[in-house]
């Protein structure tokens, strides 16, 4: 079945998606360990099927910092921008290098660390002001609760912020939670972007959540996302459905248009 958001919704910039091939090296002890491929050549086919015009790849933490399929897979497509998983010690050239091949952004995966990294750290500091200087981004992974431990830091260092899905908010207190209300304030200082994805992983009050970010900031920091190929969730969830969450989340078309695609076409591809 082909589904197509509505023309009236424009462009429409998925803002994270994975890639990767079963043959690819996994770290130890792995979140996920998925044996089968999801090729960029997929990729672009599922776009194509569901009217999305631009896709943004992100690292993702199965496979650390082993860029290459995603750097392989942005040079298929001028549709795909990308981001990386990298140790804070990366050299300049190399980030430049990559820049040019079109990431735009270093993904933290910190959730399920037993301990987070010092970002106060010297190789942090050096770390985030090489991302500043190229105006990447950082794209925070990591539990709602822990939220106000890592965003301060952060925003002192003046990097652009993504936070993933939602903040992942506290699946009992929700929009009470410290760390959902650390989130609102970093978005409010205005160099704080949230993902509007991944609510089939968050539990019953993500959609309470969504809008609640909706209602309490600038529509323009928000952007949507289908976490395809739902790795874990392969058989429960879907592209379509990735859609519909988001259609029915957000009743203001004009607004859903931005998350959809607008807010993201300026963010990764301008």
Same mark, same amino acid.
């Given at each position: ?65 082993? +860029? ?54 010297? +190789? ?80 019953? +009050? ?56 607008? +807010? ?7």
């Amino acid at each position: 079945m082909t589904f197509a958001i509505s023309p009236a919704d424009a462009v429409l910039v998925d803002a994270h998606v994975h890639v990767f091939t079963r043959d690819m090296p996994l770290v130890p002890n792995p979140r996920h360990s998925p044996d089968y491929s999801f090729t960029v050549e997929q990729l672009l086919d599922t776009m194509d099927r569901h009217g999305v015009h631009y896709a943004v790849i992100a690292a993702a933490s199965p496979w650390g910092d082993y +860029n290459d399929y995603v750097l392989e897979s942005l040079g298929k497509s001028a549709r795909l921008r990308g981001t990386i998983i990298a140790d804070p010690a990366v050299e300049k050239v190399s980030l430049d290098a990559m820049h040019a091949a079109g990431m735009r952004g270093v993904r933290l995966p910190f959730i399920g660390l037993p301990e987070l990294p010092d970002l106060d750290s010297w +190789n942090y500091r050096k770390f985030l002001r090489r991302l500043v200087d190229l105006d990447w981004h950082v794209h925070v992974h990591i539990e709602g609760p822990r939220l106000p431990a890592v965003l301060p830091l952060l925003e002192q260092s003046g990097v652009k912020i993504v936070i993933d899905h939602i903040g992942r908010p506290d699946p009992v207190s929700g929009t009470a939670s410290e760390g959902f209300q650390a989130m609102l304030r970093s978005v409010r200082k205005g160099r704080t972007w949230v993902k509007m994805s991944g609510a089939y992983r968050l539990g019953a +009050n993500a959609r309470e959540c969504a809008q609640a970010l909706y209602r309490e900031v600038d529509v323009d920091r928000l952007m949507w996302a289908s976490d395809c190929p739902f790795v874990g969730a392969e058989s429960t969830m879907t592209y379509e459905a990735a859609i519909t969450w988001l259609e029915e989340t957000i009743p203001d078309a004009a607004d859903r248009r931005r998350i959809f695609g607008g +807010n993201a076409l300026r963010f990764y591809f301008s």
